[in-house]
């Protein structure tokens, strides 16, 4: 049903570079356009890594892609981090495509949701669908769960921008960037 691709052993170099990212500090970053606080993100990302998942991703597609909006970044969620925004969320706005890339085992990963009562799990086409998913989108029991990708080191996941997804579990794990739940995410478009 749903349009995701997952790779495994996706980075040559994941080992040193998750090595070097876990030893990194994370910081709150505030969204421009809208004023929202994202917490514990990491966005000095080497461009050797950029350069390895854009071109990895690529080759996988058959497409280049561009990033047309926000660079790639890395989320940190851990006992010590606050929890997103809004936990079911969709990326639209920042592309067609979005790509994960996981920075370790654990129980969680991603999950693709469906809202129980107003049976959306894309993109929003009215206003009074926009203001359901607004007003739900930090109530876990509203929506359910209709696929998950689940976590492991080195775990590529790519979908459509438009899904409904959310970040498993919402508190993350660990205490910090040394054992925390860390997702690599880029934003992109086909060329």
């Known amino acids: 049903?749903?349009?995701?691709?997952?790779?495994?052993?996706?980075?040559?170099?994941?080992?040193?570079?998750?090595?070097?990212?876990r030893q990194q500090e994370f910081k709150d970053v505030e969204e421009p356009t809208q004023k929202i606080i994202y917490p514990d993100l990491f966005l000095d990302i080497p461009e050797s890594i950029i350069t390895e998942v854009q071109g990895k991703l690529s080759e996988e597609v058959g497409h280049d892609i561009i990033t047309p909006v926000a660079p790639p970044f890395c989320?940190?969620?851990?006992?010590?981090?606050?929890?997103?925004?809004?936990?079911?969320?969709?990326?639209?706005?920042?592309?067609?495509?979005?790509?994960?890339?996981?920075?370790?085992?654990?129980?969680?990963?991603?999950?693709?949701?469906n809202h129980k009562e107003h049976d959306m799990s894309e993109?929003?086409?009215?206003?009074?669908l926009v203001?359901?998913?607004i007003a739900d989108a930090n109530i876990y029991e509203a929506w359910d769960i209709v696929d998950m990708?689940?976590?492991?080191?080195?775990?590529?996941?790519?979908?459509?921008?438009?899904?409904l997804h959310r970040a498993e579990p919402v508190q993350?794990?660990?205490?910090?960037?040394?054992?925390?739940r860390?997702?690599?995410?880029?934003?992109?478009?086909h060329v």
Not at 10 to 21: G, R, T, V, Y
Not at 78 to 92: C, E, F, G, L, V
Not at 173 to 180: I, V
Request: hydrophobic share 35%; glycine share 8%.
């Open 149 to 163: 990708v689940e976590m492991k080191a080195n775990r590529a996941v790519w979908y459509p921008s438009s899904y």
């Open 182 to 189: 860390i997702a690599f995410i880029m934003f992109y478009n």
């Open 172 to 180: 993350g794990f660990g205490e910090g960037s040394s054992d925390g």
């Open 75 to 113: 989320r940190l969620t851990s006992s010590s981090t606050s929890t997103a925004p809004h936990q079911t969320h969709n990326d639209s706005a920042m592309s067609d495509y979005t790509f994960l890339l996981y920075m370790q085992d654990g129980e969680g990963g991603t999950s693709i949701l």
């Open 1 to 21: 049903m749903f349009d995701i691709t997952i790779r495994d052993n996706f980075l040559d170099n994941f080992d040193d570079f998750n090595l070097w990212l």
């Open 131 to 133: 203001d359901v998913s």
């Open 123 to 128: 993109g929003v086409t009215t206003q009074e």
